[in-house]
């Protein structure tokens, strides 16, 4: 074989070596990842009759992925190339794990936006096309969408245009007998501020209509009469979702390879801005107590145990902007029971680690490369007979 047949097969062998990495790390790096992911049995209050003989979900149960704080940028901040990382790194995560695992039910915690508070009508509409387009799902799937501060603002300065669907409470029943409150944790803080109260009236009535779905085959005419106009719903405890999370002083706790850094772990929360007041958090236990708690918000992982019987889990971000290893929940609901299942994603440092260390081999390798080229250029000249020609 000529020097020039080799440099061709060198050159050929680092152009797929080059082809091969970039197709990994931008598409089968996640499939590596979410194939190691599966649907949780169910393993909190449920009986062993909803369980089939190799502990895998029977008919009957839900399977929901929750995902929390995608913080699509807007035309505000970011730069341009963050922007277009961070959205293919989320659509191609958010698209192998509905081809994997095919969810029923997809909810998002809020913070769907990362500027929803200061984007124009305009910005705000091509900021929701990139999302559909990015979290584009099958008609089989639900998309089931709360709001959270950065998609409206702080409850004392709420910007409401086009969003006004986001705002309320209310309460997603699945097929499965399932009952999933959906709140506006954003306007929770008690002060009065413009939704406050119309928030917390449609949670009150909420509660009555849930309370009363327990209690419907009660004998007591007194509670029949007080639930005699009430809505029906599955006679379950709710699981509450929202984007805040209840009252907790830190995440002192939080243990975990999705929980905040150690040195952010003893920082305290504020109430109304970190965590909701203890007020309100009382007053949302009280009301409905829960079979579970889902809350985003953070950004960090966290599992809490308020009152000593209502769990709480923190789901950490979905956007490799606020995190370096971004996961989402699995979780399996039926009527009396529940299974959850973290699904970790690929860790961006170890993106880099490829790209860095093709890039480390490349600048090796090409010298030898031109080396070898010019080796063989200068040897053909060499060897190869110089015709003689006649000129008339």
Same mark, same amino acid.
């Given at each position: ?22 197709? $990994? ?9 979410? =194939? ?12 062993? @009759? ?6 895998? +979900? %029977?008919?009957?149960?839900? /399977? ?8 699509? =940028? ?5 730069? #341009?190339?963050?922007? =277009? /990382?961070?959205? #293919?790194?989320? %659509? /191609? ?9 095919? +969810? ?7 913070d769907v936006f990362d500027e929803g508070k200061w984007s124009s009508p305009k910005n705000w509409e091509d900021d929701v096309c990139r999302f559909q387009k990015m979290f584009r799902h099958p008609r089989d799937t639900e998309l089931v969408v709360?709001v959270g501060n950065h998609d409206i603002g702080f409850h004392y300065e709420i910007y409401t245009d086009g969003v006004v669907s986001l705002l309320v409470n209310r309460c997603f029943v699945s097929r499965f007998f399932s009952s999933f409150l ?17 928030? %917390? *009236? ?14 419907? !085959? @009660?004998?007591?005419?007194i509670i029949r009469e007080y639930c005699q106009d009430a809505w029906t719903y599955p006679s379950t405890a709710p699981i509450i979702l929202q984007h805040y999370p209840l009252y907790r002083v830190s995440d002192a706790g939080c243990t975990g390879?999705?929980?905040?850094? +150690? ?5 305290? $929360?504020?109430? *109304? ?13 009280? #009301? ?6 889902? @809350? ?14 209502? +769990? ?8 490799? /902007? !606020?995190? !370096? !290893?971004?996961? $989402? ?31 480390? @081999?490349?600048? $090796? ?28």
């Open positions: 074989m000529s020097c020039l047949s080799v440099t061709c097969s060198a050159v050929i062998v680092l152009f797929g070596a080059v082809c091969s990495v970039f197709i $990994f790390c931008e598409y089968l790096i996640y499939y590596a990842a979410i =194939l190691q992911c599966g649907w949780p049995e169910i393993d909190h209050g449920a009986p062993s @009759s909803e369980r089939s003989a190799d502990g895998q +979900p %029977e008919t009957g149960v839900l /399977r929901a992925m929750v995902l929390s704080d995608t913080h699509l =940028l807007g035309a505000v901040g970011g730069h #341009w190339f963050d922007k =277009l /990382r961070r959205e #293919w790194q989320m %659509e /191609r995560a958010f698209q192998t794990a509905l081809a994997l695992l095919r +969810p029923e039910v997809v909810f998002i915690l809020g709360l959906l709140v506006n944790s954003v306007a929770l803080h008690g002060d009065g501020c413009p939704i406050c109260q119309s928030v %917390e *009236k449609q949670l009150y009535t909420l509660s009555r209509d849930l309370n009363c779905s327990l209690l419907q !085959n @009660s004998e007591s005419s390879r999705d929980a905040a850094p +150690p040195k952010e772990r003893h920082l305290l $929360f504020r109430e *109304k801005y970190d965590v909701l007041s203890q007020e309100a958090s009382h007053r949302l236990l009280q #009301w409905f107590k829960p079979r579970l708690v889902l @809350s985003g918000h953070t950004h960090s992982g966290c599992q809490v145990l308020h009152d000593n019987q209502y +769990p709480e889990i923190s789901v950490p971000s979905f956007n490799w /902007r !606020n995190r !370096n !290893n971004p996961s $989402f929940i699995l979780g399996s609901f039926s009527s009396s029971g529940y299974g959850l299942s973290k699904c970790f994603l690929p860790e961006e440092s170890t993106v880099i680690a490829l790209y860095c260390s093709t890039g480390a @081999s490349l600048l $090796f390798l090409l010298p030898l490369v031109h080396c070898l080229w010019m080796r063989g250029l200068l040897r053909c000249l060499i060897l190869c007979p110089i015709s003689k020609h006649k000129f008339l």
